[in-house]
């Protein structure tokens, strides 16, 4: 059964930073494209970053770009989120996501509606 694992959250102080890992089992993420996104209670979900199979094209959300930065280790079948110079308005449940075809644009993946298959989710939390 394929499923996505998300790790690495937590509380940190304003400024500091964050790796969050997102583990694949059941498929090669090789193959896929994929995807970082955020909820923060009582807001909708916020697309964060998106890379592609190859690594070669990035996707980052207005709010975070600059900020973070996604990578991938098919040697791993996972994917990273690094968060530097954390903000407050950062706090949420971070997601990975995975889409199975390839999308008819790269701006695509900047929508959740884009994404098959999600994570569990894993918290961050700046404090001021």
């Known amino acids: 059964q394929e499923q996505l694992v998300e790790s690495g959250g937590g509380l940190v102080q304003g400024g500091g930073s964050l790796r969050l890992s997102c583990a694949a089992s059941?498929?090669?993420?090789?193959?896929?494209?994929m995807g970082w996104f955020r909820q923060a209670p009582g807001k909708e979900r916020e697309f964060v970053a998106a890379?592609?199979?190859?690594?070669?094209?990035?996707l980052y959300g207005k709010s975070v770009k600059g900020r973070f930065t996604m990578s991938r280790d098919h040697t791993k079948n996972t994917v990273y989120l690094q968060l530097n110079s954390l903000k407050p308005e950062d706090t949420a449940e971070y997601y990975c996501?995975?889409?199975?075809?390839?999308?008819?644009?790269?701006?695509?993946?900047?929508?959740?509606?884009?994404?098959?298959?999600w994570g569990q989710g894993t918290q961050v939390t700046v404090s001021t």
């Open positions: 996501a995975l889409r199975w075809a390839p999308a008819p644009s790269f701006a695509t993946y900047g929508s959740s509606d884009s994404y098959d298959l």
């Open positions: 059941g498929r090669t993420i090789s193959s896929y494209a």
């Open positions: 890379l592609s199979r190859d690594g070669a094209n990035t």
